[in-house]
């Protein structure tokens, strides 16, 4: 019986092992013939250039304000009545140094000087004849001929004859001072404004009547960032463009120069003040106007200029025999759409400008323009 099983298992198995080898051999006679994929390198689409090493002096800018560092009230400083004042006298009216402006009633101040000259030249005469009384009378005591007191109390006559004179001098001087005063002249070449006066109005001492700028010290004021104003001190004498805008409408555009820095942080900001001298012109941007101001930053000695998109972090490609190839690069600058950069490129090298999310090292490459 158990013979019987055995062989009909033996037989199973040999039947089983045949059919697989024969399905084996059908299908791999039957199977179709793989063709061959040519595969084809992937080529990269680009822009290049060629660029020249040279010195670049970039530029940025910056709002500010004009400033006058000159400005102040026009005052008599005396009182009186005004009686007469100048046609250049007007809001906005330009006056140069000396100019007359107006004038108070002069009449009471000569009447004074009058008076005042008047004392002193007498007093003068009493002040001769009084020391030439000193004198005699020192004549006299030498000769016994009056007492020390007499001689004493005519020192002290002409002591007090001299504190007269000395007196109504000063006086004479102030009154003379006073009334130069009556007539307000311009310090300096400026442009007036909020004028105050009128014709026949009494002023007292201290009556501002108007207020002038000086034209002939116009400045710009405007902030830079930290990074700019650590090395401010390289930008003086540098020229600055000074623009005043409305609306991004270019109305007037004045030259300039940096002088100075406001010589500490605006800690709200991290920056500083730098202040450029404006030329003045007939029809200058008004004192308090907000401008934008184009002022260089640090002058770049022999490197290359190119555009923001042939930056690829710390590199930039060029182009050899059709591949491209990476160059460490060192950022100097980067600007409004350009980088200024230095790194082992030659004038000579196709740099490649067109910005490709790929990794282009060692990828072949056809160049466009």
Do not use: C
């Not at 051999?25 to 793989?34: D, F, M, R």
């Not at 116009?218 to 930290?226: D, I, M, T, Y």
């Not at 406001?262 to 001298?277: D, H």
């Not at 059709?322 to 690069?329: D, L, M, N, S, V």
């Amino acid at each position: 019986m158990l013979s019987k099983i055995f062989s009909f298992k033996t037989l199973m198995f040999f039947i089983v092992l045949g059919s697989s080898l024969f399905i084996y051999k059908y299908l791999v006679s039957t199977k179709p013939e793989a063709k061959q994929v040519e595969v084809q390198e992937k080529t990269f689409y680009v822009k290049v250039i060629n660029t020249q090493r040279k010195s670049y002096v970039p530029k940025s800018d910056a709002f500010g304000k004009i400033i006058s560092t000159r400005q102040g009230d026009l005052r008599f400083g005396i009182p009186g009545r005004i009686n007469y004042i100048s046609q250049a006298f007007q809001n906005g009216s330009y006056v140069k140094t000396g100019q007359v402006l107006a004038k108070l009633d002069q009449k009471r101040y000569l009447l004074e000087i009058e008076k005042l000259k008047s004392e002193t030249k007498e007093l003068l005469t009493q002040l001769g004849i009084r020391q030439r009384q000193v004198k005699r009378f020192k004549s006299m005591l030498s000769r016994k001929v009056i007492s020390q007191n007499e001689y004493d109390n005519e020192l002290i006559l002409l002591s007090k004859n001299q504190s007269d004179y000395m007196r109504s001098k000063i006086l004479l001087e102030k009154a003379e001072e006073d009334f130069s005063y009556t007539v307000l002249r311009s310090k300096f070449n400026g442009i007036l404004y909020d004028i105050k006066i009128n014709e026949g109005q009494f002023l007292s001492n201290n009556d501002r009547v108007a207020k002038i700028f000086s034209v002939d010290d116009l400045e710009v004021e405007f902030a830079v960032p930290s990074k700019v104003y650590s090395n401010a001190q390289n930008l003086i004498g540098k020229n600055i463009e000074v623009i005043w805008e409305a609306s991004d409408t270019s109305l007037k555009t004045i030259k300039g120069k940096i002088l100075r820095t406001g010589g500490k942080i605006i800690e709200e900001e991290g920056g500083g003040k730098i202040f450029g001298k404006i030329d003045y012109q007939k029809n200058i941007i008004p004192l308090g106007t907000f401008v934008r101001v184009i002022y260089p930053l640090n002058e770049f000695v022999n490197v290359f200029r190119l555009p923001e998109t042939a930056l690829y972090g710390n590199k930039v490609y060029v182009v050899e025999n059709g591949i491209a190839k990476e160059r460490k690069i060192s950022l100097k600058h980067k600007g409004s759409g350009y980088v200024i950069i230095d790194g082992d490129l030659s004038e000579k090298d196709q740099i490649i400008i067109t910005k490709i999310p790929n990794n282009l090292n060692n990828q072949k490459i056809t160049i466009t323009n």
